[in-house]
């Protein structure tokens, strides 16, 4: 392949990532994780997947960072997740720690790098590797919003009974309990859902996607989501890889667009070869407007708490 991302962390988002980016022959692929032999042992295991699966993708797995050098694409995922009962802010002092050390290697092995990151909190895990990186805002951005959109959309999927190449879903603000799904962007085939379901049913599904995350903690009881994660870090990058220039809800850095400045918050970006190459300003009625401020007081107290842990 002629180009290359790195995952850190070969965890559950990070190998099922891997998995997904290789079988699309987006790039050869570089797994990296603390434990010994874990990442080695994914990385073969993939491989000999390949002769089945039919991709001609190099998987490489290792624990030292020289192997990720030069990468295009660098996806952190190495952290905690969540166990049931906690939030995603209950992770952020040890994540924090884990994101700036692998943050240093990587702008130091690949400073020409675009960074996904999906270590929770997200929001405030996006604010550590950008100022750790002293990379431009463009190359820092965070998965969530696909993913939380992504899960709006299966659920109108399920409650109209329509394919889930029907829908479009949008969901903006902070990944955690006060993000702003907005049902007046969200449509089936072009039509809005509020012309196609009742208040209370649309309310059902905005709670349900808000609480989505936990909904899988709670089943899974030993850890969180990764399946639908991975695929929207892998649609975020494959956007990159192939300058797709698709409108994807991201964590952005703001300076001013929506009123909000110097903050991680997810906002509708272009993804392009360049990383993000527009952040797109669409309008909000008072009350949407007023639930992504909300969101983004609640993504500023927990920056506001990072720099208490220096
Ligand atoms: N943004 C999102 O929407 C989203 C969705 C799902 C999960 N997450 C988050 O992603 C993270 C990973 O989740 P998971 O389910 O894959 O967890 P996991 O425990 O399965 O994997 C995490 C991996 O990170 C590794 N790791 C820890 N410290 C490291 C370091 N310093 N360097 C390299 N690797 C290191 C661990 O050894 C482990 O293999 C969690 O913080 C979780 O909350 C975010």
Redesign the pocket.
Do not use: E, F, K
């Given at each position: 392949m002629d180009k290359k991302a790195t995952v850190?962390?070969?965890?559950?988002?990070?190998?099922?990532a891997a998995q997904r980016l290789a079988e699309k022959e987006l790039c050869d692929v570089v797994l990296?994780?603390?434990?010994e032999g874990?990442p080695q042992g994914k990385a073969l295991d993939l491989t000999e997947a390949a002769p089945i699966e039919k991709h001609d993708a190099h998987l490489t797995g290792a624990n030292a960072y020289d192997a990720s050098a030069n990468s295009d694409i660098v996806i952190i995922?190495?952290?905690?997740?969540?166990k049931p009962g906690m939030s995603?802010d209950d992770?952020i002092s040890t994540?924090a720690?884990?994101v700036k050390?692998?943050t240093q290697q990587i702008a130091a092995l690949s400073p020409d790098s675009i960074l996904i990151?999906?270590?929770?909190?997200?929001d405030a895990?996006c604010h550590v590797a950008h100022e750790v990186s002293g990379f431009p805002k463009e190359r820092v951005i965070?998965?969530?919003g696909v993913?939380?959109s992504a899960r709006f959309r299966a659920f109108i999927s399920m409650e109209l009974n329509v394919s889930v190449e029907n829908t479009h879903a949008f969901v903006l603000g902070g990944?955690g309990d006060t993000m702003v799904p907005l049902p007046r962007y969200s449509t089936v085939a072009g039509i809005p859902i509020t012309e196609l379901m009742s208040a209370d049913r649309i309310d059902a599904l905005v709670e349900r996607t808000a609480n989505g995350?936990a909904e899988i903690v709670k089943l899974l009881k030993t850890?969180?989501?990764?399946y639908?994660?991975s695929s929207?870090?892998v649609e975020m990058a494959e956007s990159i890889l192939k300058d797709k220039k698709k409108i994807l809800p991201c964590a952005a850095y703001l300076e001013g667009e929506y009123g909000i400045n110097d903050l991680f918050i997810g906002v509708p970006v272009k993804l392009g070869q360049d990383g993000i190459e527009d952040v797109i300003e669409i309008d909000l009625t008072e009350a949407e407007d007023a639930d992504l401020k909300k969101s983004a007081a609640a993504v500023a107290e927990l920056k506001a708490f990072l720099s208490t842990l220096e």
């Open positions: 850190i962390g070969a965890g559950h988002v990070g190998a099922t990296i994780d603390i434990i874990v995922t190495a952290g905690i997740p969540r995603r992770l994540n720690g884990i050390t692998v990151i999906i270590s929770n909190p997200l895990m965070g998965m969530a993913l939380d990944h995350g850890g969180s989501a990764y639908a994660p929207a870090a």
